[in-house]
């Protein structure tokens, strides 16, 4: 191996282990949230057994908002992630030897679907659900009030 080939294997090793940091990173930072998410959870749960609307309120606001910022941590998370491997790839294909090395061929394999592709979907869900949540600690004040216009309304016909 040539001082050139020993370069471009020294690069990709690093680029490599920066791909692998990124990773690790993003499932920790999936991890975080997972765990606070669920300690809100508890928290409106016991906010509801106390009978604590305004809790469950805000609470609901703060996931929502924890959910946005989720799912705009994870785009990052992937996009770093995806520009590791392609840099990872072009190394690999500026050279013939390091391309059967690597892969054993001379084409990749085409992109799969990633597990993060689908916690973006659990990211959505949590985020729907304190949507839902919201919506309807909100509702009932509402819902109360429509009934309550609705009666006087046509009492007076």
């Known amino acids: 191996m040539d001082k050139l080939d020993k370069d471009k294997l020294e690069i990709l090793k690093l680029v490599a282990d920066l791909a692998e940091r990124e990773t690790d990173r993003t499932w920790r930072r999936t991890g975080t949230m997972l765990t606070v998410n669920a300690g809100l959870l508890v928290l409106v749960t016991v906010a509801i057994e106390?009978?604590?609307?305004?809790?469950?309120?805000?609470?609901?606001?703060?996931g929502i908002i924890l959910s946005i910022l989720w799912h705009k941590i994870a785009v990052m998370s992937?996009?770093?992630?995806?520009?590791?491997?392609?840099?990872?790839?072009?190394i690999?294909?500026?050279d013939d030897t390091l391309k059967q090395?690597?892969?054993?061929r001379n084409d990749f394999r085409p992109e799969k679907r990633s597990a993060t592709g689908y916690f973006r979907i659990v990211i959505k869900l949590t985020g729907l659900f304190w949507?839902?949540?919201?919506?309807?600690i909100l509702g009932w004040p509402l819902l109360r009030l429509?009934?309550?216009?609705?009666e006087k309304l046509t009492r007076g016909f």
């Open 101 to 104: 090395w690597v892969t054993g």
């Open 146 to 150: 429509m009934h309550f216009l609705f």
């Open 50 to 62: 106390k009978k604590v609307p305004v809790i469950v309120l805000f609470v609901g606001i703060f």
């Open 131 to 136: 949507c839902a949540l919201v919506l309807y």
């Open 78 to 90: 992937k996009f770093y992630e995806k520009r590791w491997h392609k840099n990872m790839e072009a």
């Open 92 to 94: 690999i294909k500026s």
